[in-house]
């Protein structure tokens, strides 16, 4: 295919389907998705020359390619391989605002196959392509600055199929059957430029299923692909795979996450599913390991030794519009501190893995993840504070004698020689005083330090910044500038937004569909961690649902109930009362 000359157009009015000619004849089906980089294939003008001279370049007005485009363009499912992607719940928010761009941003960086890619949508609302289409305009030009074309280019790609529910596995037939027609003529046409060597062949077809579902309807999905699309494929090697992405919620406790993973296990084995939590593709988070076993001195102060606490956080400055009925069943420990920042504490606990990168790898961090949730014991209500923002109440999904907690912090225990004695604190809240996820890890006082300074010295802190603005800081004590030696914290801070002006940084569902595209799960949650996980909080939450435990009321806009701090000091944490909130920044008073 690399000898068809290139084309593009630069409104969605103009999109049509693309019929590029096989061995001189026209394909019956109009809707064929074949495509190269990102780039449309011109069927008016193809060359016959297969000479390497005559190969289609990219115009000079394409962006540039991602600098991880070379590694992976040496790949085989990149380089040889069809790459057919359905997306269930098509129509959903999830679908448009998160699964569909991403995607956008691998096409723009070159990072889908070269040999061809076809994206389906499926869900029960009917709609033609065109509509369907039409539709996701907006979510992928979000910057308006579409002059290459690259919006309409990706659309394309994609195409829409509709079904009775996400079990039906006629509907699903149906599409197996465009796709093996898809498959069977991408590679009639690659053998066809490549004048029937295997050199430039395509010599695998791939399949990407992603669930942007809700967990009730996982099993029905996944027992339809299994009957009608997984068993099919026009090669039997070890390279044809078939991959799920499964979004989260998985279950909402022991029993029900057991359900669901016996359920998925029924049509697909472990090395097929990719249960995503985006936390995990974060920049900051991925950071880690480098940050941790790449740095002598982060080692020789990782210990109970040095640390006296470690708080992880989630804010969030707005409520649950829009979201009320699904989180009311929920909650907040659901919905934020049993994953997210559950699969972080596993990131900062653990012990090194054999490989962080390279072959094995994923399970050897996965491993040692899971070791860290086997030494953790379940959380008891005395070890949790619950709170619930004034106003939840009033939104018309929730009922008016809901206890759903919108605001928790949790206290538990690492229980390995690292870390005992040492508090991990997860604190999560929605409708608070700003928007920041954060990693704190608050080292021991200095040795004699109030003797000393006849003050208490405040403790040193390397705070890791996930969200917004990455950054990595440590707060460090220094003496106050002039005729005063009050010692006075300052910050030894890596900010990536000024360091690292020029670097290419993806967002987390961006990052995580690329690494299912190229088979790495490293940062993919396994199910034995689901399993060790909800170990944890089952009983807590089933506790707090049995006793209808009332949250302490707080106020939108606030950090969240005033006796957080108490507690929170009482547990091991001491806040430094000199840093306040200015102009939507934490910064030391001494700087306003």
Known sequence: MDDLPIKRVNSLSNLRPITPPLNGQPIADANFPFKMDALYLDSSNRSTSTDSQSAASFSSSSPPAHPISLTV????????SLLTIVILGASGDLAKKKTYPSLFNLFKSRLLP????????????????????????GYLNVNKNNENGDVEAFLELCFYRSGSSYGDEEAMGRLNEEVLDFEGRGEAASASVSGGGGGGRVKTCNRLFYFAIPANVFAQSAAAIKNKMAHSLTHNTPTDWIRIIVEKPFGHDSESCATLSKALSASFNEQSLYRIDHYLGKEMVQNLMIMRFGNVWFEKLWNRNDVAAVVLTFKEPFGVEGRAGYFDKYGIIRDILQNHLLQVLTLIAM????KAMGPNSGDNIRDAKVAVLKAMKEIKLEDCLLGQYEGYRDDPEVPDDSTTPTFAIVKCFVNTPRWSGVPFILKAGKALNERKAEVRIQFKDAPASEFMFDMQVPRNELVIRLQPREAIYMKTNVKTPGFS????????????NTKFVDAVNPDAYTRLILDVLRGKQAAFVRDDELTESWKIFTPLLHRIEKEKTEPIRYQQGSRGPEIQDALVEDWGYIRNEDYVMYRGKVVHKSKI
């Open 73 to 80: 363009s040496a790949e085989s499912w990149h380089s040889s």
């Open 114 to 137: 070269r040999r061809g890619c076809s994206i389906y949508g499926y869900a029960r609302s009917k709609k033609t392509d065109e509509e369907f289409r039409q539709g996701l305009f």
């Open 351 to 354: 012990e090194p893995p054999l």
């Open 485 to 496: 030696s009050q010692p006075i914290q300052s910050e030894l801070e890596v900010d990536y």
